[in-house]
């Protein structure tokens, strides 16, 4: 598989990686440990390297699962992980955000363990804390890259005031952000900003959390646990208004001979060639389906079609 190169700070991973979010944690999934580490040991043999996870999956069993996956591998991998959290130590599932110096020197030390390693690749802050400077935030991340235990630091969600603030004390690999062509607001928000300061950009729900797949539609029902009841996009009204979009997006794929999931990647893939998609699966199949997507070739003009439908 294709290598792309996120940034200038030389972290080189494959044009795909995997999301193993809801593996553990978010879509209401019911799956086997070992058939999930299964699939990720297929996504090695298949050319992924790059494998993104949290804390706040599970919370923790996510990483857990990673570590387990990968500590066989781990020099062929590059793992990718999140801090910014405090669990309620009764019930985990309570959280506060926490990207405090102490903190976040103790969950690392914590993730580490988890993922079975001693160093970890990328390390994003998760969400930005409004009660701690973004300043001490990359002063103790460039702390622990001099240490050896982080090797780049990434941020997600956040600003391009932040993002400035940061990369001025400590130079970004990367920022995650939700990006697919059914959510394009980074292009005017932060892409600008990344391109001008030489800052990689990995996109997660690049399948619009399953939406570009074109097996939702406004009569879907998700699982009670799944976190797409939570946002505003999945609701009736707004997958209505989608509705157009999502039907000429799957006749578009279907002219091309492709799956829709495969032209919402390749899509994204085209953006840039520095962009990196993180779709998520739990199947083998889908995995697979989303791997053939990096061989898709899209011409400028099916490009600006694409962009004209949303």
């Not at 070992?34 to 992924?48: E, F, N, P, T, Y």
Request: proline share 5%; glycine share 6%.
């Amino acid at each position: 598989m294709e290598k792309r190169k996120l940034g200038n700070t030389g972290l080189e991973v494959s044009a795909l990686g995997l999301g193993c979010m809801n593996m553990s944690f978010g879509y209401g999934n019911i799956v086997e440990k070992k058939d999930m580490i299964s699939l990720i040991h297929q996504a090695v043999d298949s050319g992924i390297n790059f494998f993104d996870t949290a804390e706040m999956y599970g919370p923790f069993t996510n990483e857990e699962l990673v570590g387990d996956a990968l500590s066989s591998l781990r020099d062929k991998v590059v793992i990718a992980t999140k801090f910014g959290f405090e669990f309620d130590t009764q019930d985990p599932k309570k959280m506060s955000l926490n990207s405090k110096p102490d903190h976040i020197r103790k969950v690392c030390e914590d993730m580490l363990k988890r993922l079975k390693t001693d160093r970890i690749d990328l390390l994003y802050q998760h969400r930005p804390d409004p009660s701690v400077p973004i300043e001490d935030v990359a002063g103790t991340i460039k702390d622990l890259i001099s240490e050896g235990k982080v090797l780049h630091f990434g941020l997600s969600a956040a600003d391009p005031e932040i993002i400035r603030k940061a990369h001025a004390i400590q130079p970004i690999a990367a920022l995650q952000s939700q990006y697919s062509l059914w959510n394009r607001e980074p292009e005017a928000s932060v892409l600008p900003v990344l391109k001008e300061l030489g800052i990689g950009f990995v996109a997660y729900g690049p399948l619009g959390h399953g939406y570009l797949t074109g097996m939702i539609d406004s009569n879907t029902t998700f699982n009670a646990n799944d976190v797409r009841n939570r946002f505003p996009q999945f609701t009736k009204e707004n997958r209505d208004a989608s509705a157009q979009l999502i039907s000429a997006f799957c006749a578009f794929a279907e002219r091309r001979q492709i799956t829709p999931a495969q032209l919402a990647l390749a899509w994204v893939l085209h953006q840039d060639s520095s962009f990196v998609p993180i779709p998520g699966t739990t199947k083998v199949n889908r995995l697979k389906e989303n791997i053939a997507a990096t061989a898709v070739k899209l011409s400028f003009e099916e490009i600006k079609e694409l962009n004209n439908m949303a």
